[in-house]
Each structure stands twice: as C-alpha cells, then as structure tokens.
C-alpha cells in the first residue's frame, strides 16, 4: 500500500496537535496559565534539582528503632494478656527480638503459652521452670518497618513544607527509605535539622523517690528513667516514663521571639483530651516539677505552682530563632514513627543549576542544528521531512514527560539529545531501503513504500535492543540517571510511531504532490553503492590486532583500576568556587588536612574559579560521613560558595554496586536472549564478543584517562551497549536477508556485501550520533561532559565491531547458509 493509513496519519497528527498544546501552555507562567481552560493546562514539566537548584536528600528509617518499638509493644501486650487471664507471672522483659517472662504456677504454663500465642507477630515457645519466651517473627519487623516508612511520607512532607519547602517531591524507595527532593531550596542544612528529629514530644513527672546520684548507684525506681538535657553540659533527670501527654496531643506550636539579643521560646497549645490530662497532673501535683522532653531528652522543666486548664505551655531554652522556628516545625508536624539517617545528600546551588540548564538547553540547540543541516544535505528534501518529524518527535517526548510529571533532569536532557541521534537512525535506514529499490529500477513511490514496509523490523528489533538497556538503567539508576533512562525509553517509542506514521505520511506527500517518479539527485548517500570492500578478506589481521590491544586493556584496567566515585566508594563532594580570584587547590586541601578529614582530593576545573573537593569515606557509618562534608564546608564558605554537595554513606554505596552488577548481567542476559531467538546462536554469540570488546574499550578509556567511574558511567556503558547491539542488528538483520536470497554465496563474501549495502546506514548515523553528543561534550558542561566523552568513545568503538568484530565471530562459529534458505523458518525453529 502506497499512501499510508489514514487512520493512523489521524491519530499522529492530533498525538502532535495535543503536544504542542501542552508544550505551549509551559511557556506560559503561573497566571496565564489559569486563564487557559483545565484540558489546556494539563501537565508541567518539571525541572531537577540538577536544572533548578535545591535540596536532596535519601533517609533510612532505623530499623533498631522499629524492633525496640514492636518489642515494647509485645511486653505490654504480654502483660495484658497475661493479667486478663489471670495468670501470675513474674520477670516479664523485653531484649534483643524476644521476650521472656517466667509464670508463678508451672501448671499453668501451657495455658499461658497458649494465651501469648494469640499475640500477633510472635512466635511463643515454653522453656523449663515455667519461662515462656515470645519470638518476633522477621515478618512481623518487616511489616512494622513498611507501615512506619509509610507513615514517614505524611510527616516529611509536612516538615518540608512548614519550612518553606514548597513543590517537594517525597516518595518510597525499597522498604526502608524515603526519597526527597526540594526544588529552590537553599538551605539543606536546615532540610537535615528538621527531619534528624523523630519529634516524640511529650511532658513527664519528676520522679522524687531518689535522687539522681541514687539512680546512677542503684538504677532508677521502678517505672522511671533517668534523661539528660540538651544542652552543654548535659544535666540529669530522674523522670516517670508514664507521659501525661505526647505530640499526638499537640494542636499548634508557634515561636515567641525573645527580643534583640535574647533566646526565643516556643509557645504550644494542646487539644482538648490533652489539655484535660494536663489539668489533671497539675492539680494532683501541684509543687513537684515537670520536665518537657523531646526524644527522651529534657527541653525544659519547670515546677507546677497550679492546675494548668487552657492546655498551654511554653517550652523556654538557649534557642536561636532559627532553632526555635526549626522546633516548632518539628512539633507541629507531629513525630516521626521512627528516627531517621540521612544515607545520601545531592544538594545543588540554584546558580549553577540555572548554568547547568542553560547549557544543558544549548547543547540541545547546537545538536538538533548540526543533525538537521547534516540530513538535509545528504537527503534534500527528504532530509528537511526527516528534520520536521524530529522536531514532532521532541515535542511528543516533552508532553508525555510534562503529563506523566516526570522530573526533567540534566541526564534526561542528555537522553533527549541521544534521542535525537537514534531518530535519524531511523530514517537513514528507510531511506537507505528507499534508495536501494530505487536503484534497482522501483519507481519512486513503490520504493518509498517499500523501505519503510522493509526498515521496519529491523527499526524494531534495534529499538527492542535499545529498550532491554534502558529498563536495565532504570532498575540500577537513581536520581537523574533514571531520568535519563525515562527520557530514552519514551524516545524510544515515540521515533517508531512518529517516523512510521507522520514521516511516512509527509515523504508520501511530498512525492505525490510533485509526481516524483525518480530519486531526486539531491539524495547524495549513492556515492556508497559503489564501494565493495573486502573487508573479510583482512579480518584475521584486524582481529589478531582487536585482541591484542583487548587483552592489553584488560591489563591496564586490573593493574591501574578505576578512578570509582562516591557512588560507588561512598564520601563526599563538594563543588566549590571562590568569591574573589582563582580557586587554590593547594590551600583547599591544606585547610581540610588541618580539620582531620582524611585523604582528600582537589581539582581545579576549566573554570579557574571552581573546583571539586572529593573527601574519602570516614568509616564511621552514615553520619560520619554527612559530619565530614560540614566540616568541609564550615572550613571553606569564608572563602568559598558551595554550589554543589553530594553525601554518599556506605549503605548506599554497597546498594548501587549491587544494582549496577545485578543491572548490567541482566540486561546482557536479556539482550543474548533476545538475539538468540531472532537471529540464531551463532549471532548471539557474535554479538557478545562484539559488546565485551566495546564495554572493554570504553572501561579503559576510563583507566587510561582517570576519568571518575559512576552511576553515570555504567549507564553509559549501557547505552553503548544498547547502540552497539542497534548497529550490529543492521549488519545482521542484512546479513540474514542475503543469507536467504544467495545461499551458494562464500559466507564472507555475503558478509562483505552486507557491509557494504548497509556502510552509507553505519557511516551517516554513527556521524549524526556522534555530532549530537559532540554538541553534548562541549556545550552540555562539565557534569555531562565525561558522560558525552564516554558515550562518544564508545559508540565509535562500536561502530567498528558491528563490522569487525561481529561479522567474523560468524565465520569462526561455522554459520551455516542453508539453514537460511528462502522460504525457511527462523533459525530457533530449526535448532
């Protein structure tokens, strides 16, 4: 069929229409956009901490904390239990995961065993002489852990916004942590200060039945404890643990300031059930003193001259105003169900996000440009056609992130320009296709047709390749990297269904307006027919020379390593620059040497005013290491601005390793599968030894340049893997198709005219790859620019092995060309 379905023309075009309706209605700001009716509205795109500046942050809700808790709860349902049964029993305590209590009666031990058993989450077994021990059971914890950071969100988010965080972002990640990130926020120090506290605020009683040096000799009576102040030096409290009341009473705090020079306080006011124990407590003990604590530790105290009715208080201290707003947040928001510990920091100055953006949005610019004038001087009109679509392309991939409120990152803006790359990858394949039939005498519009009805499986199984590396990335990636993976999976889908149903439409049209018969001359790419290299006939000398420079980086990788990030190694990064002059590495690190910080590395980037201070690990657990990075910045900002701080503690670290090498095995699993199955085992091998010899490459390149290796290094590797295996599929694809057609051929010679018919495909879209992440290298900043090299690097070196690589792995391996004769079924079936 010539002129493609109009039902699918119908549908691209309003995909378009909608794109640039909601594209359009971004450019807009707050006020214009609600005059524009609630359809035309929809979707924001959003822009990262790494474009937008502001806080991040990772918290690990401590699981210690969660078993203490369930452990307190099973001890006091234990003891109800056992009291409504009447059971006397004596020594009931909690340690560790367990619970033990000894029953007076040993003939009523069973009945006991079996009254505790009815206690969820436990498990109850009887021990001699009457002691029952209660077991938590792992999925009781489990469960426990799941609700409480379920909780966390709800607390977090109203932390975050009661100090002027507005627009965060808070979610879930795995089990045990919550995720946040606070755009425009400048001040993730604060952000720290208010969520390290649970907030478990509560009043208690003085005990007075002995004194503290009493309760340090003999322990505190029964049903008291003994509690410090916060302050320097701490003072001690003999205090009931019976709380007369707790947060959860708490109807509002606000911050009574203290005057020019004096502390501020915090003035509260209960609800009406606590309002009515405090009135209580008060009357019944009226002359004894009462301390305020928060997380087990005394605010203030303060003896009861009276009954207490209207449910207020102050809660008076050496309180800064900045300390008093904080913990007036913190009660006002309520207590956290557990503490939590900040596992990684990415925080970023709103100066250097703006720059970021800038450059990000200009490499964009430069790459789109260069593809464009580079297409349309190899293809002329079709080429322009193929610009046009590109630019619907873009549009469609913005929408669908500004609908699905997908965070636009800086790597996602990276993914956008790789897009752009694979696009035209594309449509240089159904050209290519075009071109062939029409050399072979099609008129125009039948080989028109024709390349896009042939191009098309190919397009899918690279684009089927491409998608197993993104899904692989998005599984291992945090952060930004999975923002690239999003942007790349969408591009992914969204260049099949523009170039198979606009850029068809548009290339139909414009060749039946014009009554075209012929290929226009302006369509340059014929310059490659004529070239038949030989290319088999030197591949055991280019093989012999590929391995041997392999196994020399396989050496140099082992003997030298790898410069790992802080993704990987855990530490800290600060990415400084001077108020006045240059930035001194030398007196940056002379200053951190002097605050006992450990090895620590600076480099002056190619602005002489930044520079990046790298801090090893401290090895003293999560907070050591968000300690080390304050030090460093305490010691700096006299001299310095922090525009950058990434914090990576040890628990995160040990998980991106995990991921990254459960990631990557899995994506390689699935991409030999897949090739397997479409193309036969010889090919899945070649195509294994054709992406170890990239990936082995690129790591090198990492080795022999020093380059930092991390998260944003493996996704490179990924998606080189991905573009690697996309171009062998073309040679392949081509490869089976003559396999097919010339079955008495020499199985080397078919392989050289393989190359050879797809070299103008391999050649034009590694150059317009290659520009656009060129584009990226220069224009795109210094975040990116070791990504873009990478990625430059890699999908060169890729190039090669489609051609040098994977053709004569299928010579070595014995591929056997009848079992490709016309009209048979795919290899896999005759296997």
Known sequence: MLQPARWKTTIAWLAVAASLVVFTSNLLNDDQRKTLPDWASIGRLTPGLDLSGGAGLVLQLERTGIETDRLVAVVDAAGKALRNAKIPYAGLSGSGHSVSVRIADAARTEEARTTLSAISGTTAVAE??????LVLTRDSIDSALNEAAAASVDVIQKRVSEIGGAGANIRREGTDRVALQVPGFSDPQRLKDVLAERGEFSARLVDTSASLQQALENGPPAGAEIVYTMGEPPVGYVVKRARIFTSRDLADAEVVSGGEGAAASIAYQLGPEGTRR???????????????????????AFNIDGPITDGRGEISGEFDEQGAANLAAVLRSGALPAAVTVVEERSIDTALGSASKRSALLAVAVAGVAVIMFMVGWYGAFGAIAAIALIFNLLLILAIVAVTGTVMTLPGIAGMVLTIGMAVDTNVLIYERMREEAANG???????????????????????TTMIAVLALFYLGSGP????????????????????????????RWVATRRIAHLPKSVRTGIFSGLHLRFMAIRNYVFSAAALVSVAVAVLVSMSGLNLGIDFTGGSLLQVKARQGDADAAQIAAWLEEANLGDVAVRVGLDPAMATVRISPQGGGENAEQTSALVARGELEA????????????????????AATIGMSIALLALIGYIWARFGWQFAIGAVVATAHDLLLTTGLFALTGMEFNIGSVAALLTIVGYSLNDTIVVYDRIRENLRQFRHMPLPLLIDAAISQTLSRTVLTAATTLIALAALAIFGGEILRAFAVAMFFGIAVGTFSSIYIAGPVLILFGLRPDRYRLGAGSPAEKA
């Open 128 to 133: 001699a002489d009457g002691l029952i021990r």
């Open 278 to 300: 405090l009135a209580e407590a008060t009357r019944d003990n009226a002359g004894r003193t009462m301390a305020l604590l928060l997380d087990d530790q005394v605010l203030t």
């Open 442 to 464: 099609r008129p125009l519009p039948e080989a028109l047709a024709s390349g896009f009805s042939r191009a098309f499986s190919t397009v899918a199984d690279a684009g089927v």
């Open 481 to 508: 990297m999975r923002g690239f993976a999003v942007i790349v999976g969408i591009g992914i889908v969204t260049t099949i269904f523009i170039t198979f149903t606009l850029t068809h439409w548009l290339a139909w």
């Open 639 to 658: 001299d310095y601005d922090v525009r950058r701080v990434e914090v990576v503690g040890p628990s995160v670290s040990g998980d991106l390793i995990a």
